[in-house]
């Protein structure tokens, strides 16, 4: 079956300095997700991007974070300046349609941890 | 707003037997979805089950299956014939009607015991 691949599966970072988070979505999928998951707390959405722009966003999607296609198979998370309560776990997910009545499909995660 | 409850923080099943999570939802919405998805210990995120809201039928995926009540909002996972590999955090989550973007609960961590 094929797969969500993200990279790297962890992340250390000092407090201030800016991350990009890497993601490479299933080739034929055209949405585009990012969720993260506080250690012991539920998974919560940050972002979908579809057609090179920003579809939806959480208010925990602030200045501080951008996301991108650069290029045909990449999608990156950007944090521009972590701090210590950006240290979760980063899942990256893509689906063929919009809707998410289509089967999501989840990568393995980023373990973030700011320091 | 969405939201999902999900009010078992952990339960505990003997292998072999049968356990069911519960899960309640609120929407406002007259169509979605609701999901289980499983979180191993190498936390990545694995889709057990889903459910249409309009199809009345209970979805089922060969040892899982849900106990959908659509009028009570609730969207129970019952697995049967347990396994030492279904030990893991299980999440309900809901489709957020018109958006893109799933609702996830707060989860319940299974133990499997031999």
């Known amino acids: 079956e094929p797969e969500v691949t993200q990279t790297p599966s962890h992340q250390v970072t000092q407090m201030g300095q800016e991350v990009i988070l890497r993601c490479v979505p299933i080739?034929?999928?055209?949405?585009f997700y990012w969720y993260r998951q506080i250690l012991g707390q539920k998974v919560e959405f940050l972002v979908s991007?579809?057609?090179?722009?920003?579809?939806?966003k959480s208010e925990i999607f602030d200045d501080q974070f951008s996301v991108e296609r650069p290029d045909g198979s990449n999608f990156t998370l950007k944090i521009r300046s972590t701090k210590l309560e950006d240290s979760a776990m980063y899942f990256c997910a893509s689906s063929v349609e919009g809707a998410v009545n289509e089967k999501l499909f989840f990568g393995s995660g980023t373990q973030l941890s700011v320091l | 707003a969405q939201t999902v409850t999900q009010s078992q923080p952990e339960m505990s099943v003997q292998e072999a037997e049968t356990v069911t999570l519960s899960c309640t939802y609120d929407?406002?919405?007259?169509?979605?979805?609701l999901f289980w998805y499983k979180q191993p210990p190498s936390r990545q995120m694995i889709l057990v089950i889903r459910q249409e809201a309009y199809k009345q039928q209970n979805a089922t995926e060969n040892r899982f299956s849900v106990n959908f009540q659509k009028a009570a909002k609730s969207f129970s996972l019952k697995i049967s014939d347990s396994q030492l590999g279904d030990a893991a955090m299980y999440f309900c989550a809901a489709d957020g009607g018109a958006t893109n973007k799933l609702i996830f609960g707060t989860g319940t961590l299974l133990a499997v015991q031999p």
């Open positions: 080739s034929n999928h055209l949405y």
């Open positions: 929407t406002s919405e007259s169509d979605y979805y």
């Open positions: 991007f579809y057609n090179n722009e920003i579809s939806e």
